[in-house]
């Protein structure tokens, strides 16, 4: 792949990225603010009078405007990083479309990056967790996520060397099994985090997960079809089709 087509691809990527940040913002706002604020609500119930602190940033603006500049500016970040990793992907997944290869790309790095963190290490509202341990809970998430990525990675290797030998149905069974029993490993082996409040809200801390998870799947499948739509474009163009005219101008 040229130059040219890499920096098309980036540019693509980065609009596709901007475009689903915005359909993530949409989501984050009606979906996602009100948990937050149920969560803000409950920790300042719950605090002694003399630990509450005057805010730097009002909640009002973090909602809105530093809600927009962080999911809009992630966007278009992870959109030109997920375009060069197209870029790398393209042509060795199988012979799948250009768009077809920005959809299987998305749903595996969503269930990579995301999902799979996610379920060990999910995420949580304001006024849980414990500010001493912040490091360690950031450190742990981390560590599963590139674990899960190399895994992912390591899995595609796998499956791709046994392809010849099984066919492609049996190898990808066996590379997805081996993906899910190192990572159900991993899940064994590295400590538990339970750090919420006995008496927070199940409710409240069940639909702060679950938008956070739509906000992610928003992001990631809004980029796959956006941007597998460009690259269509890019790489397979339509033939233009001649016009009667000219169809008639050609056979004379």
């Known amino acids: ?5 890499v920096r098309n691809l980036l540019v693509r990527g980065m609009l596709a990225g901007l475009t689903a940040g915005v359909l ?6 009606f979906l996602g603010e009100p948990n937050v604020d149920g969560a803000i609500g409950f920790e300042e119930a719950h605090a002694p009078a003399h630990e509450h602190e005057v805010e730097l940033v009002s909640r009002g603006l973090q909602s809105t405007a530093g809600l927009a500049t962080g999911v809009l500016v992630y966007g278009v970040a992870f959109g030109g990083i997920a375009a060069l990793a197209y870029c790398f992907a393209l042509g060795r997944v199988g012979r799948l479309t250009p768009r077809a290869t920005a959809l299987l ?6 269930l990579a990056v995301y999902v799979v963190p996610f379920l060990k290490y999910p995420a949580n509202p304001p006024s849980v967790g414990e500010p001493d341990t912040i490091g360690k809970r950031t450190t742990l998430y981390f560590l599963m996520m590139l674990l899960s990525v190399l895994l992912a990675i390591a899995a595609t290797l796998l499956g791709k060397r046994l392809a010849p030998r099984l066919g492609t149905w049996y190898a990808t069974v066996v590379a997805v099994a081996a993906f899910a029993l190192v990572i159900g490993l991993a899940y064994a082996l590295l400590p538990v985090i339970n750090e919420v409040p006995q008496n927070f809200p199940a409710t409240l801390l069940w639909r702060f997960r679950l938008s956070a998870l739509a906000i992610q799947i928003t992001l990631w499948g809004g980029f796959g079809l956006a941007f597998g739509e460009l690259a269509e474009r890019l790489l397979a163009p339509e033939p233009a089709t001649a016009t009667p005219g000219t169809a008639v101008a050609a056979s004379d």
Not at 1 to 5: E, L, Q, Y
Request: net charge neutral.
């Open 1 to 5: 792949m040229n130059s040219a087509t």
């Open 24 to 29: 993530a913002l949409i989501v984050a706002y």
């Open 105 to 110: 790309l998305s749903g595996c790095a969503l």
